[in-house]
């Protein structure tokens, strides 16, 4: 279910603050499985007196937070003023405090500002699993921007939880003769045939084609096939490396945040709430008294574009990932088995979060996300890493190695900015039509009653049919997460 975003304003704004913040009462906030929020955000300006950089303190708590000997989650937080054209707060690379823990058997955590200063991560420092709650007091860079009262007016701080997938070799595809039909990737031999899996070493270049030992995918459907060329750059992130991934998909909560930063005129292209079916089919993202509200904010953001996916991830200083790092993050360094689902196994039996017959995401049978360990994956649905829903909720848009566009791709991250509404990155794909740039993996949700199946609505890990077409602008089960790649 994931994030919930608070919306709290500086002392200027309290009218709103208290609207949104009974939003997120009457859509039981408190209850979800997991849950991160700010709150209670103060402005300080007391250079003169103090001697200190202009600084925001601010609460920051989430539910079920964990550091083990595989991986650890965090969230990244990033600030935003108002919805002027370029409205991202900068910070400082040092100097942040930790002014409350208010847990006794939490350790104090590891602030790590991103180098471009668009953001930090926050998570524990040392091993651990249970909640998380700070009083914080982040510095802002005002280099080469004047950070008057007018601008600090409706400064907003936004808050995603992610999870960090660790450096190391993993495996893709899926060793079945119907992966190989759903274009899963193999090592080939000389004729193009599958000669054994393929793993990911390094970020070295990856060769590909039907030739001996190159990376290699076909599908029964010529539109959905990609070009089956290569190579993959390099500069091509390939999962090998480390990086961060949301530990959610994309919420409606959101994205209603992130409209209501922009200007009005980039609203019109980015709004998702003019088709005809949209709040029939769980879209729940409506305009009132000027600002976008989603009835459900933890909800999984559907009906969104690619081009809205790249958009939020611009402004949001994260970046797309790579349909490699789908699959190192469903699958870990774990040995595949045959039409493999993200929890491990290649069956429901013990599968305890649905899509229910209200079209809502839950965990059935009063679990909770405190009891999620490697164990009980295959009850939340969770990689092997932890990441949720990488399956059985919607669609997820990805870079794809099935053509130029998206092989062009360099691992950039967004900056903040955005122009006209629209994401900047040079070396990310830029439109929704199927010229090429992403595809889908995962699986996607359509409408209660429809039969399980190999897509609808869990795919196998190495199930990749769709992973080549950059067709489907906006659709009930389209959806997205972002990521960013981890510093040294």
């Not at 054209?85 to 910070?91: A, E, I, M, T």
């Not at 088709?275 to 409506?286: E, L, S, V």
Request: hydrophobic content about 35%.
């Amino acid at each position: 279910m994931g994030l919930i975003f608070s919306g709290s304003h500086v002392s200027l704004t309290w009218q709103r603050h208290l609207f949104i913040f009974f939003v997120c009462s009457i859509s039981s906030c408190g209850l979800l499985a997991t849950n991160v929020k700010v709150d209670n955000i103060r402005v300080l300006n007391r250079g003169d007196v103090l001697q200190t950089p202009l600084s925001v303190v601010f609460d920051l708590h989430w539910e079920n937070a964990w550091n083990n000997d595989k991986n650890h989650d965090a969230v990244w937080v990033f600030m935003k003023y108002g919805t002027a054209y370029n409205n991202h707060v900068k910070l400082k690379l040092l100097g942040h405090k930790v002014l409350q823990n208010r847990i006794k058997e939490s350790p104090d955590p590891t602030i790590e500002v991103s180098k471009d200063g668009l953001g930090f991560l926050i998570y524990p420092s040392k091993t651990y699993r249970g909640d998380q709650n700070f009083k914080l007091q982040i510095l802002l860079d005002t280099t080469g921007q004047r950070m008057n009262n007018s601008k600090l007016t409706g400064l907003s701080v936004h808050p995603i939880e992610m999870v960090y997938i660790p450096k190391g070799k993993f495996t893709l595809g899926s060793p079945d003769e119907a992966a190989i039909k759903r274009a899963a990737f193999y090592k080939s031999n000389a004729e193009g045939q599958v000669k054994d899996q393929i793993t990911i070493s390094s970020e070295a270049a990856i060769e590909v084609g039907a030739k001996e030992n190159a990376l290699y995918y076909w599908s029964e459907s010529a539109l959905y096939n990609g070009d089956q060329q290569g190579p993959v750059p390099e500069e091509f992130p390939k999962g090998f490396n480390a990086f961060y991934i949301m530990k959610y998909e994309l919420t409606q909560g959101q994205y209603a945040e992130f409209l209501n930063t922009l200007p009005d005129g980039w609203t019109y292209s980015r709004s998702p709430t003019g088709g005809k079916t949209y709040h029939k089919n769980r879209g729940g993202i409506q305009l009132k008294n000027g600002q976008y509200i989603a009835d459900n904010p933890h909800r999984p953001m559907n009906y969104v574009s690619f081009t809205d996916a790249l958009a939020f991830t611009d402004w949001a200083g994260l970046r797309p990932i790579t349909e490699l790092e789908f699959e190192k993050a469903a699958r870990g360094s774990a040995t595949p088995i045959p039409a493999e689902f993200v929890w491990g196994t290649n069956n429901y039996d013990l599968l305890e979060r649905y899509v229910d017959d209200n079209s809502e995401l839950v965990m059935a049978n009063q679990h909770n996300e405190s009891e999620l360990s490697d164990q009980t994956r295959p009850i939340f649905g969770a990689s092997y890493f932890w990441v949720m829903d990488l399956s059985g909720s919607l669609w997820e848009k990805v870079i794809t190695i099935g053509n130029p566009i998206g092989r062009a791709f360099k691992g950039s991250h967004g900056d903040g900015k955005l122009s006209f509404g629209h994401a900047t990155n040079p070396d990310w794909p830029t439109s929704d039509n199927e010229i090429g740039g992403f595809g889908y993996r995962g699986g996607g949700y359509y409408e209660p009653g429809t039969l399980y199946s190999d897509f609808n609505p869990h795919s196998p890990i190495g199930y990749r049919y769709y992973g080549a077409w950059s067709g489907g602008p906006r659709s009930i089960a389209y959806g997205y997460r972002a990521g960013r790649t981890a510093q040294d």
